[in-house]
């Protein structure tokens, strides 16, 4: 099966830019859509196909896709920008995957 | 605006069954994909089953194949879940999603553009 990886947390200062990773063998190849999700609410796209924001989402969010790694990258972090972030992909051998969550702190 | 909103969801006992429901508007809902995707408490997100805009394909979790159905009415803007054998390990909350692509052909969808609020579901005796 597919998995993918995502470091458990990632700590930021406010202003400055928070970079989120999600490893996969091969991801470079695959599409990668991520959620924010905040405690108690329902996930919320913020980036798909890689790299595409939804309107509505900040252009603070963007995202890459390269190799073994696929990154979103949070500009200039505010407070409300901290929540659950998550990865995912459509794999043959596993459909949809997600990844296993990054919870973002803002200091 | 797309709004989803899932009922059902409650306390059954292990071997049990549930029906979850989602009611769908703002958009033409027998247009596209749909999904289940769970949430167990304090865990991370695990997508459970797709069906097709028209309802012709299914496609399910494995840890679920065999025990869950998902269906539509098209009439009814509404998207079901039915969840038999229910097992400890099914605990969640149960969101309905919204795939993206309009008459979408690709299996089982692509992604999620819009989730409901989620309904808890707990297996416990």
């Known amino acids: 099966s597919y998995v993918l990886t995502q470091p458990p947390s990632v700590s930021v200062a406010p202003g400055k830019t928070a970079r989120i990773t999600c490893g996969g063998n091969n991801i470079g190849s695959k599409s990668v859509h991520w959620y924010q999700q905040k405690p108690g609410q329902a996930p919320v796209l913020v980036i798909y196909?890689?790299?595409d924001r939804p309107s509505g989402i900040p252009e603070r969010f963007s995202g890459s896709n390269s190799g073994n790694t696929a990154t979103l990258t949070i500009s200039r972090v505010e407070a409300g920008d901290e929540a659950d972030y998550y990865c995912?992909?459509?794999?043959?051998?596993?459909?949809?995957?997600f990844g296993t969550g990054t919870k973002v702190t803002v200091l | 605006q797309v709004q989803l909103v899932e009922s059902g969801g409650g306390v059954v006992q292990p071997g049990g069954s549930l029906r979850l429901s989602c009611a769908a508007s703002?958009?033409?809902?027998?247009?596209?994909?749909m999904h289940w995707v769970r949430q167990a408490p304090g865990k991370g997100l695990e997508w459970v089953a797709f069906?097709?805009?028209?309802?012709?394909?299914?496609y399910y979790a494995d840890s679920v194949k065999g025990r869950f159905t998902i269906s539509r009415d098209n009439s009814k803007n509404t998207l079901y879940l039915q969840m038999n054998s229910l097992r400890a390990e099914d605990t969640a909350v149960y969101y309905c999603?919204?795939?993206?692509?309009?008459?979408?052909?690709?299996?089982?969808?692509?992604?999620?553009?819009?989730w409901g609020q989620g309904t808890l579901v707990t297996v416990s005796s």
């Open positions: 703002g958009f033409t809902f027998s247009s596209y994909g």
């Open positions: 995912q992909v459509w794999d043959s051998s596993s459909d949809h995957v």
């Open positions: 999603a919204k795939d993206p692509e309009v008459d979408g052909v690709l299996d089982p969808g692509v992604y999620f553009d819009y």
């Open positions: 069906i097709r805009y028209d309802g012709s394909n299914k």
């Open positions: 196909y890689d790299s």
